[in-house]
């Protein structure tokens, strides 16, 4: 915007497979916004457990690991993401099978979910962002301007992550 006033948070919520992340990615590249994926935020530092050899079941060492992990997202020219890890470029290896498969215990760790919660409300604060997640509109950010609960139907939802799984 270029009024003076500060560009709006809005904030995408829904189930897997839903086509949030897709919603998303359209409205922020259209506005000329951040997209803040935040699933990938959680896979960046599944993979990097995964590289230390910390089970996901190790809840101390991944909350430890979340403290000094730099996960950051930029803005690619199609309005998507690439995701670094302490600066490396992770965005391809995050989809993998073997994160996939830990990812949502590792993001089941409160701390560890505390200390991403914080940096995704840090990387909203000045506006201009569209996050999309779990929880996003009533937990993370609750005080967004605009919230949209993304949906379909089971069987779209279904046929959506059969489609991601195969890609």
Known sequence: MT????????????????GKST??????????YLYIDTGAMYRALALKALRL??????????AALAETTR????????GGNRVLLDGED???????????????????????????IEVQRAMARSGGVVMDGRDIGSYVLP???????????LEERARRRLAQLRA
């Open 90 to 116: 992770v965005t391809a290896e995050i989809r993998s099978p073997a994160v996939s498969a830990i990812v949502s215990q590792v993001s089941a760790v409160p701390r560890l979910r505390q200390r991403l």
């Open 3 to 18: 009024d003076g006033t500060r560009e709006l948070v809005i904030a995408m919520d829904g189930p897997a497979g839903a």
């Open 53 to 62: 050899g910390i089970p996901e079941t190790d809840a101390e060492a991944l």
């Open 23 to 32: 919603v998303a990615r359209i409205v922020a590249n259209r506005l000329g």
């Open 71 to 78: 996960v950051e997202l930029q803005r690619t020219p199609d």
């Open 143 to 153: 005080d967004a301007d605009r919230k949209f609960y993304i949906t379909a139907s």
